[in-house]
């Protein structure tokens, strides 16, 4: 079963990461959430974090672990924060399984498939070699050349973990990435549909929700609205999350 970090009591609500990331990016804002009267689920997904590593890694395979998570945990009524990758599994689970979803929030990615563009993040971590027993300097030395992003390099820094003394690793599953990178980016198969009350949020800066994705997004979620938070690009939640938890919370407030 996934690994899964659990905050309050209350209304259910699960918060999925994106690629390359971990429910421990969404410890300050699940906190907060727990706060305003939910009990929530920050989960790991397989292949990221403390979860499993599995070599059958797709959106089919990711929605189906989180059924099984609510099912295990009787989660039967849940709303759903996902970010990017994390988006695309909610989008999926919802419109897979409209009943157990009250209210569903994607945060900066659409419906629509992307190209791989995740190239140079990946060639960087590839570079790193666990060997030789880098420190953790050593490592962002290794990915300057590669991530120049300082942002970008501190996110991905935080999948260090001591595999063994003195022994480093990264907590995801690169093998398996490099192989199937392509997965990232698969659109939502047509005619999936969830009608109830949907929140798409964009980046101001970010080009992954344009407005022309807009109709395609009405496809398959008619019940939506879209927030755009000025000034921020692609981790939005991280650049401003003042802003993004007052959005959310308006949206998830009790009726």
């Known amino acids: 079963m996934l690994?899964?970090?659990?905050?309050g009591i209350g209304k259910q609500l699960v918060i999925l990461h994106g690629f390359l990331g971990m429910s421990d990016n969404w410890k300050t804002l699940g906190n907060q959430y727990a706060l305003e009267g939910f009990q929530v689920h920050l989960l790991d997904l397989r292949n990221h974090g403390k979860s499993f590593h599995s070599e059958i890694f797709d959106y089919e395979i990711m929605a189906q672990d989180v059924l099984e998570y609510c099912i295990e945990k009787?989660?039967?009524?849940?709303?759903?924060?996902?970010h990017s990758m994390g988006g695309k599994v909610g989008m999926l689970f919802a419109t897979k399984y409209p009943t157990r979803v009250e209210k569903l929030i994607v945060a900066d990615i659409g419906p629509k498939y992307y190209a791989p563009h995740h190239q140079d993040i990946l060639a960087g971590l590839?570079?790193?070699?666990?060997?030789?027993?880098?420190t953790r300097a050593t490592v962002e030395e290794t990915l300057v050349h590669y991530i120049p992003d300082f942002g970008t390099r501190q996110f991905l820094l935080k999948n260090l973990y001591w595999k063994e003394p003195n022994q480093l690793d990264f907590r995801f599953n690169l093998v398996v990435f490099n192989k199937e990178i392509e997965v990232i980016g698969t659109?939502?198969?047509?005619?999936m549909l969830f009608e109830n009350p949907t929140l798409f949020i964009r980046g101001g800066n970010s080009n992954y929700i344009l407005d022309s994705d807009l109709p395609l997004i009405k496809t398959h979620f008619p019940n939506f609205e879209l927030k755009t938070i000025p000034n921020v690009g692609h981790w939005l939640h991280v650049e401003n999350p003042k802003?993004?938890?007052?959005?959310?919370?308006?949206f998830l407030k009790f009726e």
């Not at 659109?187 to 005619?191: D, I, R």
Request: glycine letters at 2%; aromatic letters at 14%.
């Open 74 to 82: 009787n989660l039967t009524k849940i709303s759903i924060i996902g």
């Open 187 to 191: 659109a939502l198969p047509e005619k």
């Open 3 to 7: 690994y899964s970090r659990i905050e």
């Open 243 to 250: 802003l993004f938890f007052e959005i959310t919370r308006e």
């Open 126 to 134: 590839n570079t790193v070699d666990f060997y030789t027993k880098p």
